[in-house]
């Protein structure tokens, strides 16, 4: 299966298009090289080639490259997607408007929603399926070419075909993809069984619309890029992220395109993922927190959660496996301001990347998360000269004075002070509701920082969670490159059953594992990635019956029997909600298998430049300065992470500067680090 | 002592951190799918004096605001009175009874004392929709009772555990008397439950904070919550705003029902005066107290999202006028129309006082119903009795920025409507469309949102058709110049014969065979501002999609169109607009 010449140790590049920047880590024998370039957000091959040239690769030497990109994370987000038309069951053509009845927030009236394919692109033809995949109405092939013809006619450049129950019998979708096939001008056709058998026609209509709409543009890109780096004498593979954390070939994403739609946050955990492992911390939340938002994520056994139900936005779900990232609001760009009821909020309101905050020096105007951080001495906002710096003080002092601080009644370093309070407790409020939902509970985890400010209030948010260390990587702003380098390619299958555990014949999950598993193994036996290992991951959905919650039963071995099952249930369902049902039937509804082939690990310590690194920590000191914590200025020495010797161990109070974050070490908190250069904050300093 | 503005805001969000955890647990754990999935449910923390509201989980349902806090305090009186036992740590009490701080039968509400150095420092309380609580009709949405006693077990204020035990001989009369009832020990175990994470959270929060420093916090909170809600109040000038909102009719009487509202706005505070409505009525269609209440509530926190769920929030509205009216009725009145139908009435009633006041921040009406149609039989095949329930959305206003969406949940719910492939799955039943109710959006500058339309079979056996639904008389109120919204329609189509029921939108148990088809169509919003106004473009954008024909494009927007693909005749159009607002 591996290309023997492909062995370890050659040039494996990752790269990973932000909405900012494009980041790029390259690992080969000989050392490391890191690039950060503006992203080319129209054409994102070209921030690619700048970032491939900014890290000084010689392109055709290179042996394998993983890309993430946000090219269908745009297109579905800004609608700027490809033109698609929607063929469907007689009687449905609204499905995809109407939805499940819902508003997009709890209160409040207001609000829209838009389609992603608009009404007089969904045509109807005579067929339909009754729940069991019986036929009541034959499907009408003469039909389906006249709507395919007329979608053409309006200038359609993808197709959905979507018809009820095809989850239970896909019989009637593919008799139709055959007649569009024999007219279509291209492959841009999605059967909405196809992606996902699972019976919720909304959810699985949205997903293939999704998929259909993205897939043109998807496909453009990966072309263009597959072109410019084949220019440049590439000959190896391109492979390409998904929101499941792995890797595809590029020939193949844009055939799933819906997969890649969440893969930019999911880099960044698969790297979480990968470093916790390294270091013995397989037990992990996730906490990027960037200029406008904070993502969060929970790491069990080294293993991201993944979820089948992630919604991208109001009235848009996903229905595939993606790894579990959650958005909980602020970001460093948050603003603060007082309420009517002169209490201090922050956000959610955002001053965005542009104009930004006022120490930024880009013209914002209102105080932000940063201008606070800045105010207290715990950030140095960039490309921050001497000159300036008095002015821009001035200004956000001026500002934290007027819009915060005079209505308080407090000083502007005070207001400072309270802005981070409550951005903190905001955060930890809301870290703690995804590891509930999630049910786990947070003090038994370690809180991996990352993003440009995650690490500046990691330790503060930990001693707010009961959390008792911080890992922060080596290189925090690097995190989703870093994720690509270290991806494992992946397929994830799931097959819906909705059988009572009382009429399951007895060897019906085994066949249906070792279908998914000959699948899965087939399909990565085809790619030249060198693997290590091959495993197979198996679990089940299940519910008691009556219920419509649905619970995940990691399955060690398919030839479990049902009483088996039914016990183990019981004791998984238990040990999440502390309620024993012992009468009630339990109900297979999924049965998901994914397959993935595991890469050899690489050598984290590498992401550290040696002869960077300074003989003992006070060479590493660049300065003192005086910082703000909790309610006195303490005269805090300032440090080059870069220039950090291989082993520490110190005592806060601390900043540590890097390229792209600042690390606040509270007083008491000790810093240690570990073998794959790591550095580890123990809250409350204990070891 | 007085608290510095950020230990308060951190002890705000810790408070509602508290409800949070509350409401999470209850659905994670609970066994129903009206609780975990539809989360139809709330959770909170009520004060130890008289039940006020201190803080309330944001993820509950709707309808829920504020009603709590009333079952709290009747608890808290019948306790002082003796008419209940006293409470000891540990101790749950069950209540469902309408009449003491309720709404219908089916939310069942637990209240736990929390204790602190011994004494009482607050209660704990919660809301689950159980999805039976016995009754004439299975589920309990009856469109015919006449009294309270044929829509379930009605439970007074009751140890359902003492000390931390389940009381079983409680538990075990209640579960004799309700439908499936094997399903609810999980439902109990949960509601139970997330009062113990409430508990556990909150003095996690006490011992961090101090006990005196909270209590402080709470009162402040509520203070500035007051603050902020008379803030927004500022807006609306000092006046009287009337607007009237009709339910078809009770479900036993065939004539409407009348909401007469009167708001008045004198100095900071806004007086909601009902008198005038109809009297309380013979079906159930019936509202009591804390429903009522929670309706303003509910209304004006639709319009006003951002300010914190307190009593302070609550305290600048006073509601009068509801006695011996149908919004506040009196055991034995039915009253299971109450939190489903009749408090969207109230909504509706709030909304069309207020709309022109407050321009930007409401909307048209909304379609406002909870469009319950249930389904009860015998599947021969699977050789088992079901019931199905077919809830359905609606229409919403149009408003001050764009046209009102389609298709959204009731104003008083926040729980999606069932995929139909499972409802195939699950029951005798075969649907022949689910679509878009065209025509329906209310005429405006921005036009309402469009309601549903959808038409289901019953494929084998027998059943009995019941619908709980509103609006079937009078469509959603435009505003503003904008034309109502779409009326809702039921046709029973019974032996290839069309019936439509004599209320229209309320009968019980129409007898179906196999082959009998229902069609229902939703309301669709109102819409708001002049219809003539109204772009053109937007109008044949409308047309093009099949939303409107071009002649209710004529005759609703006064828009004419010429040819095949349809384009706007400009100067037919002004000459019929100008003709129109000329009348």
Known sequence: MADSEDAQGNTIVGVDVGGTFTDLVALSPSGLRLAKVPSTID????????????????????????????????????????????????????????????????????????????RDLRLEVPERMDCDGNIITPLDNNAVANAARSLLDRGCEAVVVHFLHAYANPTHEQQAVEVIQSLWPNNYITAGHALLSENREYERGVTAAVNASVQPVLSKYVDRLVRALTDKGYTRDLLIMNGNGGMVRAQHVAKEAAKTVMSGPASGVMAAAFTGRMCSEPNLITYDMGGTSTDVALIRDATPSVSNEIEVEYGLPIHVPMVDVRTVGAGGGSIARINSGGLLEVGPESAGASPGPICYGRGG????????????????????????????????????????????????????????????????????????????????????????????????????????????????????????????????????????????????????????????????SKETVTLDRIESILSLDMQFTGQTHLLRVPIDNPAITNAEL?????????????????????????????????????????????????????????????????????????????????????????????????????????????????????????? | MTLDPITL??????????????????????????????NDRSDGIYAAADGALIAQGSAGLPVFVGTMQYSTRTLIEMIVSGDVAAPSPGDIYIVNDPYLGGTHLMDV???????????????????????????????????????????????????????????????????????????????????????????TRLAALLDRYGDHSVCDAID?????????????????????????????????????????????????????????????????????RA??????????????PHVPMNAGAFRPFDITGIENTFLDAQYPRPVSGCAAEVSQRIAEAVFAALVDALPDKVTAAPAGTSGNFALGGFDPDRNRDYVMYQISGGGYGGNADHDGLTNGCSTIGISKAPPIEIMEQAYPVLYHHYALHEGSGGAGKHRGGFGLDYEVELRRGQAKASFVMDHGRFGPQGALGGADGGLNKVTVHRNGMAYTPEHLSKEQDIPLCAG???????????????????????????????????????????????????????????LLRAKKRAI
Not at chain 1, 74 to 99: C, H, M, P, W, Y
Not at chain 1, 366 to 372: F, G
Request: with cysteine.
């Open chain 1, 43 to 118: 054409n994102q091959s070209k921030g690619v080639l700048s970032a491939l040239k900014a890290a000084d690769c010689d392109i055709a030497a290179l042996d394998l490259i993983v890309h993430g990109t946000t090219t269908t994370t745009n297109a579905v987000l800004e609608r700027k997607l490809a033109r698609t038309g929607l063929i469907t069951t007689q009687g449905f053509r609204d499905i995809l408007e109407l939805g499940r009845r819902t508003r997009p927030q709890a209160y409040g009236m207001f609000g829209e929603f838009k389609p992603l394919i608009p």
């Open chain 1, 365 to 524: 105007t209102e105080p932000t998360i940063s201008d606070a951080n800045f105010l207290l001495g715990r950030l140095r906002p960039p490309n921050f000269s001497g000159t300036d710096e008095s002015k821009i003080s001035r200004n956000v002092r001026g500002v934290m004075t007027g819009q915060l601080a005079s209505a308080l009644n407090c000083s502007a370093v005070e207001a400072a002070a309270a802005v981070v309070r409550i951005a903190n407790a905001k955060m930890a409020g809301a870290i703690r509701m995804v590891s509930l939902s999630l049910g786990a509970d947070p003090r038994d985890f370690a809180l991996f920082a990352f993003g440009g400010a995650g690490p500046l209030h990691a330790a503060d948010l930990a001693r707010e969670l009961d959390i008792p260390r911080v890992v922060i990587p080596a290189r925090p702003g690097l995190t989703n490159a870093l994720g690509c380098v270290v991806a494992d390619l992946r397929y994830d299958f799931v097959r819906t059953l909705n059988i009572p555990l009382s009429t399951l014949g007895p060897n019906q999950i085994a066949s249906v594992f070792s279908a998914q598993i000959e699948q899965g193994k087939s399909m990565v």
């Open chain 2, 291 to 304: 429903t009522t209440y929670s309706a303003v509530y509910l209304a004006m926190r639709h319009i006003f």
């Open chain 2, 516 to 574: 009998d088809h229902v069609h229902v169509q939703t309301p669709g919003g109102g819409g708001y501002g002049s219809p003539l106004d109204r772009k053109p473009s937007l109008v044949l954008e409308d047309v093009r999609l099949g939303r409107y024909s071009e002649q209710q494009a004529k005759d609703f927007f006064g828009v004419v169109f010429t040819g095949t693909p349809p384009i706007v005749d400009t100067n037919a159009t002004q």
């Open chain 2, 109 to 199: 509400r637990f209240a736990k004392p929390f204790y602190r150095d011994g004494k009482i420092f607050c209660w704990l309380s919660n809301t689950g929709h159980w999805p039976d609580t016995g009754g004439a009709v299975p589920g309990g949405f009856s469109a015919s009772a006449t009294a309270v006693e044929q829509e379930g077990l009605r439970l007074p204020p009751v140890k359902l555990f003492k000390q931390g035990l389940l009381d079983k001989e409680i538990f075990f009369i209640i579960r004799s008397n309700i439908r499936v009832a094997e399903q609810r020990i999980g439902d109990v175990q949960a509601q139970a439950a997330a009062l113990l994470v409430g508990e």
């Open chain 1, 566 to 687: 039914q016990s183990l249930f019981e004791r998984i369902y238990f040990e999440r909600f502390h309620v024993e049902l012992p009468n009630i039937q339990a109900t297979v509804v999924n049965v998901n298998c994914s397959i993935v082939g595991h890469r050899p690990p690489l050598d984290l310590s590498q992401l550290l430049d040696r002869k960077a690194r300074a003989v003992n920590l006070r060479e590493a000191q660049t300065s003192t300065r005086p910082v703000f914590f909790d309610t006195t200025w303490i005269e805090t020495p300032v440090f080059s992470r870069d220039a950090m010797p291989a082993h520490v161990s110190f005592y806060g109070p601390a900043i540590l500067e890097q390229m792209d974050t600042t690390i606040v070490v509270p007083p008491g908190d000790r810093v240690t680090s570990d073998k794959v250069g790591n550095l580890i904050l123990h809250v409350g300093g204990a070891l």
């Open chain 2, 9 to 38: 805001t951190v002890i705000q969000a810790g408070l509602q951190q508290v409800c949070d955890e509350m409401d999470l647990a209850f659905s994670r754990a609970a066994f129903s799918p009206v609780i975990a999935e539809a």
């Open chain 2, 220 to 288: 402040e909170l509520n203070q500035r919550a007051t603050q902020q809600m008379q803030n927004c109040l500022h807006d609306i000038p000092v006046g009287t705003y009337v607007a009237k909102a009709f339910v078809d009719s009770d479900g036993v009487v065939n004539k409407p029902l009348t909401i007469e509202l009167s708001v008045v706005k004198s100095g900071h505070n806004l007086v909601f005066d009902f008198s005038g409505s109809s009297p309380p009525c013979l079906g159930p269609m019936n509202s009591v």
